[in-house]
Structure formats: structure tokens, C-alpha cells
């Protein structure tokens, strides 16, 4: 959904992405690309990006130039990290995308056991998030446009401020990681910086309230978080 109108972007599996407006039933832009997509705006509503798995990239675009090729294309080469988790290197499925508040970075979901941070401005890899458990083999039914996916989708969000973000896990548990301040030169592996028991089975949804200090997670059940304050002086 854009953040600034009612207007809003779909990825399908006929490879293909449309511009729609909640006032027609008809879709206002169509536009074919190689791969099932997924989608996400950047705060301004100006840009959106899309993923493609079978090309391992995230294209950017402009909305008022919908029909034009992409005016940067990031190539998602992470050979090194993920011949750490496994040999030969499998890439995960690019299941989520979403840009930070200031829209330099984006935050890209996968249903492995990494997911990524690029910068939108430079155009590349700065971080990989591991530590978790990937839902790619977790119980249930796959919900997305790729099998091998499996539940994954909604697991993994920033917090408001866009310096932390926050990622479900198939162990039931919920990880934290916190950015470093200084733009790494090269991809650097973040580990959480803290781990939280929410649920007794994998972690599907994580959702950070935009306004107060509280996010959601759901499994089998929903959970809500609020701040432990104690000890806090305001």
C-alpha cells in the first residue's frame, strides 16, 4: 500500500507487477518482468522495488515512471555468507521487502536462515541477519507464490526508528538485531543482539506498532509486547 494515497502495488505468479487505485476495480499499470515478484514502497510513495527471486535481484523504480525500466538494479551476490550455512551455496527465497523510514535501506526477508539489508543509494549487500530459524522448513502450508517458501512472509519488520529490526524464527523464538551506526565496506554478518521466548511453535507474523512502543508477533496464538519500563526514569 502506498504511504502517502490510496493507491497500491501486486505481485503475481503470471510474472507480473500492477499498479492499482482503491477507487477502480480495474488494475492502472501492468508491467511484465521475469519472475514472481515481490513488492514494497519506500516511505516517500515515489519509489517501489521489486524482488525476483529467479534473477536474485531487487530492481528500483520510479511510480511516475511505471512502464520504464528500473533506475537501479541491485544484484544480491552473497556467495561468501551463504557458504557458511551450506555447500554448495543455496539462495533462500526472497519472500518480504521493505524499505527503512528514511528509505536508504531495505530490508529484505527470506525463508532461510539469513536475511538482508541493502542500501538503496549505493546500490548494494551491507548486512546479512543470522541467527534465526528459517520457516522455509517449518509445519504448515506454504502461503506464498514459491513452495519452497514454505509459511514464511510476514516474519520479519523494522521498529519505527528504522535501527532495529525484529524476525520471527521456526523455534517459536523472536530475534532483535540493532545496526550499527558505520556503513560497513564490505557485507558483514549481524548476529541478535537479543533473543525473546514468545512462542511455543515457529514465529509467523511480526508487526511493530508505527506510534507506540509495542509490536506483535502471532503463531498459533498472538502475542502482544509492550516495554518493561521499570527502573526507567521519564
Not at 503470471?14 to 519472475?35: I, N, Y
Not at 519488520?157 to 538485531?177: E, F, H, K
Request: charged fraction near 15%; charge should be negative.
Amino acid at each position: 500500500m502506498s504511504p502517502v494515497d490510496d493507491t497500491f502495488l501486486s505481485g503475481a505468479v503470471d510474472d507480473a507487477v500492477r499498479f492499482w487505485d482503491l477507487r477502480s476495480p480495474e488494475a492502472q499499470g501492468h508491467m511484465r518482468v521475469r519472475g514472481h515478484p515481490v513488492v514494497g514502497y519506500d516511505p516517500t510513495g515515489a519509489v517501489f522495488a521489486v524482488a525476483l527471486n529467479e534473477r536474485n535481484t531487487v530492481l528500483l523504480y520510479d511510480v511516475r515512471k511505471f512502464d520504464c525500466d528500473p533506475f537501479l538494479t541491485i544484484t544480491l551476490d552473497d556467495t561468501a555468507g551463504l557458504s557458511q550455512i551450506s555447500m554448495p551455496p543455496r539462495v533462500p527465497v526472497i519472500t518480504s521487502l521493505s524499505f527503512n523510514q528514511s528509505g536508504q535501506f531495505i530490508l529484505v526477508g527470506t525463508a532461510g536462515d539469513v536475511h538482508y539489508i541493502l542500501d538503496s543509494f549505493a546500490g548494494k549487500l551491507l548486512w546479512r541477519l543470522v541467527g534465526h530459524v528459517g520457516l522455509e522448513q517449518a509445519p504448515g502450508h506454504s502461503v506464498g507464490m514459491a513452495p519452497q517458501a514454505g509459511i514464511s512472509g510476514q516474519e520479519v519488520c523494522w521498529t519505527p526508528d528504522g535501527r532495529m529490526v525484529l524476525a520471527g524464527s521456526a523455534n517459536g523464538q523472536l530475534c532483535i538485531w540493532a545496526l550499527p551506526e558505520a556503513i560497513p565496506e564490505e557485507p558483514t554478518s549481524l548476529r541478535p543482539n537479543a533473543l525473546l521466548n514468545g512462542h511455543e511453535g515457529p514465529t509467523r507474523v511480526v508487526e511493530f506498532n508505527p506510534k507506540c512502543a509495542q509490536f506483535t508477533t502471532a503463531g498459533a496464538q498472538v502475542a502482544f509486547w509492550l516495554p518493561d519500563l521499570e527502573g526507567i526514569t521519564i
